[in-house]
Structure formats: C-alpha cells, structure tokens
C-alpha cells in the first residue's frame, strides 16, 4: 500500500525547452513543471511560455 500524501503544497519548478528532431528539420518548445523533492512528480506538455515569464 503507497503512503497518503501530504495535503502541504510542496515549491514547483519549471523549465522550458526546445526541441529538435528530424535531424534539425523540426523542432518544438516543452514545458517541464516538477516538485523538486520528488523524481516521480512532474508534468512535461508542448508549450512556449515557463511559469517564471506568466506575470
């Protein structure tokens, strides 16, 4: 049985990139939001804003 969480938010951290494939010919932004004490708690989705420039 995995532990309960705790309900206290925990700090996020979010780093955008950009990537590349098809040897150069395409590429995207991703959008990378983690809880920093965790390994398994993130979220990565294609977008072109980090959460740091949403002000």
Do not use: H
């Given at each position: 049985?995995?532990?309960?969480?705790?309900?206290?938010?925990?700090?996020?951290?979010s780093?955008?990139?950009?990537?590349t494939?098809?040897?150069?010919?395409?590429?995207?932004?991703?959008?990378?939001i983690?809880?920093?004490?965790?390994?398994?708690?993130?979220?990565?989705?294609?977008?072109?804003?980090?959460?740091?420039?949403?002000?």
């Open positions: 049985m995995v532990p309960a969480e705790s309900n206290t938010p925990q700090p996020l951290q780093r955008s990139y950009r990537i494939v098809d040897e150069g010919r395409e590429s995207f932004y991703a959008l990378s983690e809880e920093a004490e965790r390994e398994d708690a993130w979220l990565m989705s294609d977008t072109v804003v980090a959460l740091e420039n949403m002000l």
